[in-house]
Each structure stands twice: as C-alpha cells, then as structure tokens.
C-alpha cells in the first residue's frame, strides 16, 4: 500500500460490487436502531446548532444520507467510487452525490454544518488517518457536529472478495476507541460521546461523537 496504491484499490474494488453491496445493506438501518438513534441526536445537534450542509463522507450506495434527509438534515453524499455515486443517484433520485476523496475533501473552508463518516475509514492506512481528520476539521465550521462509525479491534486484514463473491483488493482496519479519539484530538476535535456495539452494522463497531473545537473569542 505505498502512494496512494490503497486508494485506487479501494475505488475498483467498489466500483466492482456498487450494485450487490447495495442490495445487501439497502436495509440494515431498519435492523439497527441504536444506530438510529444515534443518528437522530447527531441530527438534533445539527438543527440546534443553525443547520446547514452535511457531508456524508465516504457514502456508498446513499442509504445514509438518505436517512439524514428524512431526519431533516441538509445531508448530501461524496463517495471515492463512481459505481457507488451512480448507484446512489438511482436509489435515492432528487438528492446529491458526487465523487470526491476524503484524503482531499473538495469543500471550502468552515463550510459544513455536520459530517459523517459511517463505516468509511475502514480502509484508510493508519497513517492518513490524521489527514483525513484535518480535512474533516477544515471544512467543519467551529463547533460542528461529527458522526464516525468504525469496526473495532487491533487488526487489519486484506479482503480478497465480498459482496456477492466480487473480486477486491481492500485492508479492512479494525481500531480501538483509544486510538480514534486521539487522533481527533490531536485535529483539533472534542470527543462528546462514544460507545461499542454489537449489531446488524459490525458484530463489534464503535460509534463517536465529536465537534470541532468552537472559535477562540
């Protein structure tokens, strides 16, 4: 994975299975409602704090921002995978995807109300970690509201194939709350919540809720 070797892995790969991959999570959400939940106060957080735009980061098939909207949020979708955006654009017509890289967030700065990223650093090296979190800083006005979901644990292993048995070429990073929590710190968040879970989403995934550091008066 030297360069950026993981990113072009990680487009073919679900640009391969966008369809399958979306017909096996299209419902997930109503098996899961702790998430749900979860998803609800991230949206009240939003509204409360004068809403505006939420990029969901990384957003596959748009089952995500799809909910988002009909929690009312402004939410739109950015996906690295032009399968994944085409798919998205047919499931949920009327609503807004684009194809765009978290490594590289094409958003101006102190733009956004909200972000999420649901399950969608999973295949980010350790070492981008702290990049992307810096982007998700920059374009996250102060005291903005940010949802990340992730698989918990110490490994990472390569995925062969998945999906309807589609070939891939993608590591699936497994991270402790620790460790997350720490880089967002060191990018200039507060992390405001967090727990583990067992579900329908990661038999064991980890939810956080953070903000941008608000302006220095």
Not at 131 to 144: D, E, N
């Amino acid at each position: 994975m030297n360069g950026e070797g993981w990113l072009a892995d990680t487009r073919t790969s679900y640009d391969t299975v966008a369809t399958s991959y979306a017909d096996q999570v299209r419902n997930l959400l109503a098996e899961t409602p702790e998430e749900r939940a979860v998803m609800a106060r991230f949206a009240a957080l939003v509204r409360t704090g004068g809403g505006g735009p939420v990029a969901d980061v990384g957003c596959g098939p748009g089952r995500i921002t799809a909910h988002l909207r009909e929690l009312g949020v402004d939410a739109f979708g950015i996906d690295l995978s032009p399968g994944m955006i085409e798919v998205a654009r047919r499931d949920h017509p009327g609503l807004r995807f684009e194809v765009g890289s978290m490594t590289d967030l094409d958003l101006a700065d102190a733009s956004m109300a909200g972000l999420v990223a649901w399950y969608s650093l999973i295949h980010v090296p350790d070492d981008e970690i702290g990049s992307v979190f810096r982007h998700f800083q920059r374009v996250l006005r102060p005291g903005g509201s940010l949802l990340l979901s992730f698989h918990v644990g110490d490994e990472a292993r390569l995925k062969t194939q998945g999906y309807g048995g589609h070939p891939m070429k993608v590591y699936v990073h497994r991270r402790q709350l620790g460790h997350m929590s720490a880089w967002l710190s060191d990018a200039g968040f507060i992390v405001e919540a967090h727990r583990i879970l067992s579900s329908a989403e990661s038999t064991l995934g980890g939810i956080l809720l953070a903000r941008r550091q608000p302006a220095i008066q």
